[in-house]
C-alpha cells in the first residue's frame, strides 16, 4: 500500500476577497468555462514551507498507461516521496501513486484529491482505495497571513483513515496559488514562505 497522501501547491496570485473570489468562480462556471489553472500543476512550480520542505512539479509522465505529474517533496534538495497526480479533463485532481525511496506504491483505485473546479463552502468527496479512505470537505473561507501576504483561502478539511489509523489535517487553498498553510489536529501549522 502506498503511504499516506502528502500534497500542497502554490504559485504567486494577488489575495482576493472572499465574496469577490467565490462570486468570480461561480459566474465563471455558470458561463462553462475550464479552470486550467485552478489547480497549479506547471513543470517546474515549486513551493517551499516554513517546516523546511520544498515542494517540486515535475514533468508530465506515464506511469501503467495513466499521465501522470510528479511532485516532489524535498528537504535539503533531496526527495523523499513524490506524488504522482493525475489532472483530468473535467478538472479533477486524482492521486494515483506514491514514490518512497525509488519504490512506487500505485494505488488499486485512484484517490480523489480535489473535484473538478471551483471548490465551494459546504462541498464534499471523499474516495478510497485498499484499506485508505480520505474525505474532504471545503469548511469555508479565511484569511491567512503568510510571510507578508494576505491571503483569503478556502479551509478544507481532510480525514484520511488507514490501518484503524484516522489523521485530520486543514489545508487553506488559494485557487490558481495553492496551499498557503496547513494544520494538524494538534495544532501544528505549516505556513507557505515563498
Given at each position: 500500500?502506498?503511504?499516506?497522501?502528502?500534497?500542497?501547491?502554490?504559485?504567486?496570485?494577488?489575495a482576493l476577497g472572499a465574496v469577490l473570489l467565490l462570486g468570480n468562480l461561480a459566474g465563471a462556471a455558470a458561463q462553462g468555462r475550464a479552470y486550467p489553472e485552478y489547480?497549479?500543476?506547471?513543470?517546474?512550480?515549486?513551493?517551499?514551507?516554513?517546516?523546511?520542505?520544498?515542494?517540486?512539479?515535475?514533468?508530465?509522465?506515464?506511469?501503467?498507461?495513466?499521465?501522470v505529474v510528479p511532485v516532489s517533496h524535498q528537504f535539503g534538495g533531496k526527495t523523499f516521496t513524490q506524488?504522482?497526480?493525475?489532472?483530468r479533463a473535467d478538472g479533477s485532481v486524482w492521486l494515483r501513486g506514491v514514490n518512497t525511496g525509488g519504490r512506487l506504491g500505485w494505488y488499486a483505485a485512484p484517490l480523489n484529491i480535489y473535484p473538478p473546479a471551483p471548490l465551494t463552502p459546504g462541498q464534499r468527496w471523499t474516495s478510497a482505495s485498499g484499506n485508505m479512505t480520505v474525505?474532504?470537505?471545503?469548511?469555508?473561507?479565511?484569511?491567512?497571513?503568510?510571510?507578508g501576504r494576505r491571503y483569503n483561502a478556502l479551509s478544507i478539511r481532510t480525514e484520511t483513515s488507514a490501518g484503524g489509523r484516522v489523521s485530520v489535517q486543514t489545508a487553506y487553498f488559494v485557487p490558481g496559488l495553492g496551499v498557503v498553510r496547513f494544520e494538524t489536529a494538534d495544532g501544528s501549522r505549516v505556513n507557505l514562505l515563498r
Open positions: 500500500m502506498p503511504a499516506e497522501p502528502t500534497f500542497m501547491f502554490r504559485r504567486r496570485l494577488p489547480y497549479p500543476h506547471k513543470s517546474g512550480t515549486h513551493w517551499t514551507y516554513s517546516n523546511g520542505e520544498t515542494q517540486v512539479v515535475g514533468p508530465a509522465v506515464t506511469h501503467r498507461g495513466v499521465r506524488d504522482l497526480l493525475e489532472y474525505s474532504s470537505a471545503v469548511t469555508g473561507v479565511a484569511t491567512i497571513e503568510t510571510s
